[in-house]
């Protein structure tokens, strides 16, 4: 089992940064892939960026590549996502999730989930 909180949002203007945490516990975490994912109002949830249990494997969305970092660190159990450069369109609820299966950018292949933290970005 992994129980996932998120920190880290609010409101920035555009071009700004925030950084994301996701802790978790759990004994597994370590063994966990993670990732970000994000929603907008009344639109599906959609892949952020994803990370191997090792760190050797990363994955992002074209949106948020070149601009979002993800990183962890599993002596701490959490997660991180470095925002730089961000846009209004980046304004979302941002969700970390956990697998015990190959990291992906597939929702479905996440069984675990945090319950979400706000990110507004200004114009």
């Known amino acids: 089992q992994v129980q996932l909180v998120e920190s880290g949002g609010g409101l920035v203007q555009a071009g700004g940064s925030l950084r994301l945490s996701c802790a978790a516990s759990?004994?597994?975490?370590?063994?966990?892939?993670m990732a970000w994912f994000r929603q907008a109002p009344g639109k599906e949830r959609e892949f952020v960026a994803a990370?191997?249990?090792?760190?050797?494997?990363?994955y992002y969305a074209d949106s948020v590549k070149g601009r979002f970092t993800i990183s962890r660190d599993n002596a701490k159990n959490t997660v991180y996502l470095q925002m730089n450069s961000l846009k209004a369109e980046d304004t979302r609820i941002y969700y970390c999730?956990?697998?015990?299966?190959?990291?992906?950018?597939?929702?479905?292949?996440?069984?675990?989930w945090g319950h979400g933290t706000q990110v507004t970005v200004s114009s």
């Open positions: 759990g004994r597994t975490f370590s063994r966990a892939g």
């Open positions: 999730a956990a697998t015990l299966r190959v990291v992906t950018s597939r929702l479905d292949y996440y069984d675990y």
């Open positions: 990370i191997s249990w090792s760190g050797d494997n990363i």
